[in-house]
Structures are given as structure tokens and as C-alpha cells.
């Protein structure tokens, strides 16, 4: 069956086999996406660790010069290990309950 297209019988209806063979490529589909999901790597470049962090260009630069995420570094491209972005947002975790505690401490 060609992409995109539904084949009906006379009376304008979609057999069992059409919904089925829909279906199947849509799971195909889906199944790509989600192995072509660019924060599914091991690597990330630095526009995708932009993106990622919602942060400029001269940000991700000053965050390399003090040391707060390494990178490495091939030719002119630079790239940055994901696991390592999701650590540094687990070691920058601001507990509330905790916040609220030392507010209140400091304030009697």
C-alpha cells in the first residue's frame, strides 16, 4: 500500500487489513522518532545544549571557561557528554522544604 493512502472497497469502507497495515507503519514510524530523539545521545553539540538548558551562546562558553561543564573538543566542534548536563542539574537541586526551613531559621 502506497504511504499516506487508504484503500476502501466499493461502499467507502476500510477493511481490517488497511487499519491493521496503518497501524504497522505508524508504529515504524513512532519507533523511529523516538530512536532519532536528539537528547538520546551520548554527545550533544553546543546549539542542542543551548536548547537543553535555554541558555545564549556566551552563557555555555562562560560555563566551560570556570569549569562548570567539560567538554570535548574535535577540530573546531565542540561537544558536551549528556549524562554529565543531567549531574549538574542533580548537584544545582534546590530541595523547597529545605528552602523554606532555612529561610525561616535565619529570620528568628
Given at each position: 500500500m502506497a504511504r499516506?493512502?487508504?484503500?476502501?472497497?466499493?461502499?467507502?469502507?476500510v477493511s481490517f487489513d488497511d487499519?491493521?497495515?496503518?497501524?504497522?507503519?505508524?508504529?515504524?514510524?513512532?519507533e523511529g522518532?523516538?530512536?532519532n530523539d536528539r537528547f538520546n545521545r551520548k554527545w550533544l553539540r553546543s546549539f542542542e545544549v543551548m536548547q537543553l538548558l535555554n541558555i545564549s551562546a556566551g552563557t555555555l562558553q562562560n560555563m566551560r571557561f570556570k569549569g562548570v561543564l567539560s567538554y570535548?573538543?574535535?577540530n573546531?566542534?565542540?561537544?558536551?557528554?549528556?549524562?554529565?548536563?543531567?549531574?549538574?542539574?542533580?548537584?544545582?537541586?534546590?530541595?523547597?522544604?529545605?528552602?523554606?526551613?532555612?529561610?525561616?531559621?535565619?529570620?528568628?
Open positions: 499516506n493512502t487508504i484503500k476502501t472497497t466499493p461502499e467507502g469502507t487499519l491493521y497495515e496503518l497501524r504497522s507503519d505508524l508504529l515504524r514510524e513512532i522518532l523516538k530512536n570535548s573538543k574535535v573546531t566542534m565542540i561537544f558536551y557528554d549528556y549524562e554529565e548536563i543531567l549531574k549538574l542539574f542533580e548537584k544545582n537541586r534546590i530541595n523547597i522544604k529545605e528552602k523554606m526551613e532555612e529561610i525561616t531559621r535565619r529570620r528568628r
